[in-house]
């Protein structure tokens, strides 16, 4: 089974920090993505990664950043944490190569106060 | 930019009715996607369309892909209790690496 793993279920940061969410999957998939959930919006498209090193903004990329130095690992940074920022965090992965199946990592809850 | 809308928002049954969730997008999609989450826990994939005009189907869920591939539809026949979640469609945007989520359309499924 391909498993998505982030690094924590919840978190507590205040104003101003720097926030470091980290992602690893386990299936040598080639596509990364970090989402965020809130209620009534869906999952709205933070981030994606096709390959090593390479990043593409996705829909709602002001106040983040990600790095991907490894296949496995795909890491989203915020930069100056914000109250605005609180939400779901899902980290996805997918094959490539056409393959668009999606697999989801088990979500970070983070509070901003 | 490409959108992806889904509806209804909200939808409320007794356990045996059915249950259709809709979706459209503002552009023509290169494949659907459509993914369950339950309460508490993260989108899992359900199935993915390809062709224009393609139904699957899957017990009691039914599938649809339009025939201009902007449009899709899921439908559960005689809901049970273990359908309740959030059903999202999504699609990946023709020539891309981009696949847009849905807002999701969230079951309630009375006993």
């Known amino acids: 089974d391909v498993k998505v793993t982030q690094s924590s279920r919840y978190l507590v940061k205040r104003t101003g920090e720097k926030v470091f969410l980290e992602c690893v999957q386990d299936?040598?998939?080639?596509?990364m993505f970090w989402y965020r959930q809130d209620p009534g919006l869906g999952l709205r498209l933070i981030y994606f990664?096709?390959?090593?090193?390479?990043?593409e903004k996705g829909d709602i990329p002001e106040g983040y950043s990600v790095s991907r130095e490894k296949k496995e690992r795909f890491s989203l940074i915020l930069e100056s944490a914000s109250t605005n920022q609180t939400s779901m965090y899902l980290c996805?992965?997918?094959?490539?190569?056409?393959?668009?199946?999606?697999?989801f990592g088990q979500g970070t809850r983070l509070t901003v106060v | 930019g490409q959108q992806v809308m889904q509806i209804p928002q909200y939808q409320h049954v007794q356990e045996g009715e059915d249950f259709t969730t809709y979706c459209n997008s503002s552009?023509?999609?290169?494949?659907i996607q459509w993914y369950k989450q339950r309460p508490g826990g993260h989108p899992v994939f359900l199935i993915q369309?390809?062709?224009?005009?393609e139904v699957k189907k899957q017990k009691r869920l039914t599938f649809q892909f339009g025939e201009a591939k902007k449009n899709s539809s899921l439908h559960i026949t005689a809901t049970q209790t273990t359908d309740v979640g959030t059903y999202f469609c999504?699609?990946?945007?023709?020539?891309?690496?981009?696949?847009?989520f849905g807002a999701g359309t969230r079951l309630f499924v009375k006993a």
């Open positions: 996805a992965s997918s094959l490539g190569q056409g393959i668009t199946e999606a697999f």
């Open positions: 299936m040598d998939h080639e596509n």
């Open positions: 990664s096709y390959d090593v090193k390479m990043k």
């Open positions: 552009t023509t999609l290169s494949n």
């Open positions: 369309l390809v062709k224009s005009g």
């Open positions: 999504a699609g990946l945007n023709t020539g891309g690496f981009k696949t847009i």
